[in-house]
C-alpha cells in the first residue's frame, strides 16, 4: 500500500480561526440576482470533546461572521463550503482524519444546486438555520515517532510523546519547541528544528512523525556588549553581570543574567540580542541593550480609615545616586483625624540603599526617621536611626542585621518620660509569591529578633521576637478566586510591660492586625479604657478574595487576636473582627475599600470601622 507524505500541519486552531476570519469575509464575485443579506442561525452539534468543540466554533467565518457581515444565498452557501474546510482542518488537528463532515442549511445540503435560490426566497424571519455536525471516526494514534540527525543523548527525552498517544498537533508542536530548547540549552546556539515530518496510515489509524533537527555547531559565549547606558556606570554592570566570556552558551544562562540586572530598579527595559552566526573565533557574541528608567520620580498617596482618619503621604525617589544603582528615598507621611488619633501627626524618612555593598547581593540600608504621632494609646516624639546589611541568600530568603538607635519622649496617662534605644534587629524572610501587591499564590514568611537596650529610667534589656506569615491559595487556577491567610505571633522577653517604652509594647486593633477594632486598642487597658500594651500578641486572618468582570473584586474576611500583658502568646481573650471588601484593580495595585464589624465589642467601641486604600490588606 502507498503512503502519502505530507508536511505535518501545526493546526493551531486559534490561529487559524483569526487568518481564516479575515480570508473568510472575501467571497469571490459571482453573477445571481441581488437579494437582501439573508438573517441565519448556527448550531454546532457538540463532539464530546470540549476542546475539539471550541476549535470547531473558533474556526467557523458562519459564526464569526454572522452579524457583522450578513450575506445573501450564493455568498452563505460558499461561506459554509468555506467552513467545511476549516472543520476538516480543526478534527485532524484532534487526530480524527476519516472524520465526516454534515452542513445543513435550512435542511438542505450545502451541495444542493437548489439553495442558493432558496435562502434568496426566505423570509428574514425566522432566520434561516445552518446546522453543522460531525461523525469523528477513530482518533489517530501516533505510530512511530523519530529524530533523523545527530543529536546530544539527552534531547530525545525532552519530546515527551510516544507511540500511541493520541495524534493531536498541539503536542507535537510542544515536541518541537521542547527539541529546540534542549538543544539550545546543551550550547548549540543556531539549533533549528523544522516542522515535522508526518506520514498518515489510513489502514492503522495511525501518523508517524519525524523530527529533522539541525543541531548546528556548539559554541561559547563570545565578546559581551553593553549599550543605552548613560547614567549607570558600565563597570558596575559588568561587575554585576552573572554571564562571562567563555562559558557554554545556555539560553537559561543569559535570561538569569537580563532578569538579575532587571531587579536592580534602575532599568525599565533589558533586552538581551544574539547574532544568527558565530563570530571568526567560534563563539556567539551577545548584546545587553539597556533602557534607563528616568532618575528622579515623585510619587503621591492617599488613605483613609475610621480609626487613623487621612492619611496624606508623598515621596521623592532618586534610582542611580551615584551611578551604581544607589537609591535615595525621601518620603513625607500627615494623619489627620481618626477616633483612635488625638491630634495631626507626620512621619519624615529619609533611606539610602546601595547594592552590591563589599559583596554581590549584599545591601547597605541607611535610615533616618522622624516621627511625630498622638495616638489613644500615647503620645510620641521620636528620632529613629538604623545601619543595616541585608543579603540575598537565594531566590527566595534573603537575611538582615544591623543596629538601630532610637531617642524618644512619650506621654502616656499623664506621664511623660525618656527613652534612649539602642537595638540589634536580625531578620530571616522567605518569599515565593508571584506578586509583590497583588500575590495570588506562594508563601511570606519572617521572623525576627531584636535585642534591645533601654537607657535611662526606666533602665531596662530586653528581646522582641515576631514570626508573620502569610499564604495565598489559588483556587480557581486564574488568579480571580484566592484564599488568603494570614499570621502574627510575638513575645517580648526580659522585661514585664511596664518596663517597656510603650512604642515596643504589642496592640492589636486596625487594618494590620484585627479590622473592626480601633487601632491599637484590643487588650490589657488602664482603668480609663485606654490601652496599655502587652509583651504577648497572636493574630490571624482568614480572607477569601474574588475578582469579576475585567477589574473588580469582592473580599470577605475574619481577623482574630488577642494581647497578653504578662503571659505568652495564645493566653489571653481573642477577639474577632468581620467584614466585606470591594476592589478596583489598577496598573498600580486594587483601590481597596473594606468594611468591618467586631464581633465581640469592647465596651465604648465602634460599631464598624472603614479603611480605604490601595493595595491589599496584605
Do not use: C
Amino acid at each position: 500500500m502507498r503512503y502519502a507524505e505530507l508536511p505535518f500541519r501545526p493546526d493551531n486552531i486559534r490561529l487559524i480561526a483569526f487568518a481564516v476570519m479575515l480570508l473568510g469575509g472575501v467571497i469571490p464575485a459571482k453573477q445571481g440576482r441581488a437579494a437582501d443579506p439573508q438573517p441565519y442561525t448556527v448550531t454546532v452539534k457538540p463532539t464530546g470533546n470540549s476542546a475539539l468543540d471550541s476549535a470547531l466554533t473558533g474556526s467557523s467565518t458562519l459564526i464569526s461572521l454572522r452579524e457583522s457581515a450578513p450575506v445573501a444565498g450564493f455568498a452563505l452557501v460558499q461561506r459554509a463550503l468555506q467552513d467545511e474546510q476549516r472543520f476538516t482542518t480543526a478534527l485532524q488537528s484532534y487526530g480524527y482524519y476519516k472524520a465526516t463532515i454534515r452542513v445543513m442549511i435550512d435542511n438542505h445540503p450545502v451541495d444542493d444546486p437548489t439553495l442558493p435560490t432558496l435562502i434568496e426566497d426566505a423570509p428574514a424571519n425566522p432566520p434561516v438555520p445552518v446546522v453543522v455536525s460531525f461523525d469523528l471516526g477513530p482518533q489517530f494514534i501516533l505510530g512511530k515517532v523519530s529524530i533523523e540527525g545527530t543529536v546530544p543523548p539527552d534531547v530525545p527525552g525532552h519530546l515527551q510523546i510516544k507511540t500511541g498517544d493520541p495524534a493531536e498537533a498541539a503536542p507535537v508542536l510542544m515536541a518541537q519547541g521542547r527539541l529546540l530548547d534542549a538543544l539550545k540549552r546543551d550550547g548549540y546556539p543556531l539549533a533549528k528544528v523544522p516542522t515535522p515530518i508526518a506520514i498518515l496510515h489510513p489502514d492503522r489509524n495511525q501518523l508517524d512523525v519525524t523530527f529533522h533537527p539541525d543541531a548546528g555547531p556548539q559554541a561559547d559565549i563570545g565578546p559581551i556588549t553593553l549599550t543605552g547606558l548613560k547614567d549607570m556606570h558600565e563597570s558596575f554592570v559588568r561587575k554585576r553581570l552573572l554571564l562571562h566570556q567563555g562559558e557554554r552558551y545556555n539560553p537559561d544562562t543569559i535570561e538569569k543574567a537580563r532578569a538579575d540586572l532587571s531587579s536592580l530598579g534602575v532599568f525599565s527595559v533589558v533586552r538581551v540580542e544574539t547574532p544568527d552566526h558565530l563570530d571568526p573565533q567560534g563563539q556567539i557574541p551577545v548584546t545587553f541593550d539597556f533602557t534607563e528608567r528616568p532618575l528622579h520620580a515623585v510619587d503621591f498617596g492617599v488613605s483613609y480609615s475610621t480609626d487613623l482618619g487621612i492619611g496624606l503621604s508623598a515621596g521623592w525617589h532618586d534610582r542611580n545616586l551615584f551611578g551604581n544603582g544607589e537609591q535615595l528615598n525621601l518620603t513625607a507621611m500627615n494623619q489627620l483625624g481618626g477616633n483612635a488619633v488625638t491630634k495631626p501627626g507626620y512621619q519624615f524618612g529619609a533611606q539610602f540603599l546601595k547594592p552590591d555593598f563589599l559583596a554581590r547581593d549584599q545591601t547597605l540600608e541607611v535610615d533616618l526617621t522622624a516621627v511625630k504621632q498622638s495616638l489613644q494609646a500615647y503620645d510620641q516624639t521620636a528620632l529613629i536611626e538604623k545601619l543595616a546589611l541585608n543579603r540575598k541568600l537565594s531566590e527566595h530568603w534573603t537575611a538582615s542585621l544591623g543596629i538601630l538607635g532610637e531617642q524618644e519622649s512619650i506621654l502616656q496617662e499623664d506621664v511623660r518620660r525618656t527613652y534612649n534605644l539602642v537595638g540589634l534587629p536580625a531578620t530571616l524572610r522567605f518569599d515565593d509569591t508571584n506578586s509583590l501587591l497583588e500575590p495570588t499564590r506562594g508563601i511570606r514568611a519572617a521572623l525576627s529578633v531584636t535585642p534591645m537596650q533601654s537607657l535611662g529610667q526606666p533602665d531596662a534589656t530586653f528581646f522582641i521576637t515576631q514570626l508573620t506569615g502569610s499564604t495565598y491559595l489559588d483556587l480557581s487556577g486564574n488568579g480571580r478566586s484566592v484564599l488568603a491567610l494570614r499570621g502574627l505571633v510575638g513575645k517580648v522577653l526580659g522585661a514585664g510591660v511596664f518596663s517597656l517604652p510603650p512604642d515596643q509594647r504589642f496592640y492589636a486593633g486596625g487594618s494590620g492586625t484585627v479590622r473592626g477594632y480601633r487601632y491599637q486598642t484590643l487588650g490589657p487597658q488602664f482603668p480609663d479604657g485606654n490601652p496599655t500594651g502587652g509583651t504577648a500578641i497572636s493574630t490571624g486572618t482568614v480572607e477569601f478574595r474574588q475578582r469579576f468582570l475585567e477589574s473588580f473584586g469582592v473580599v470577605g474576611f475574619l481577623d482574630v487576636g488577642q494581647v497578653s500583658a504578662s503571659g505568652s502568646p495564645f493566653s489571653s481573650q481573642w477577639h474577632a473582627g468581620a467584614g466585606v471588601g470591594a476592589r478596583y484593580y489598577t496598573s498600580i495595585g486594587p483601590i481597596r475599600l473594606d468594611v468591618a464589624v467586631p464581633l465581640n465589642k469592647e465596651p465604648g467601641g465602634d460599631s464598624f470601622e472603614l479603611y480605604i486604600g490601595i493595595g491589599e490588606a496584605f
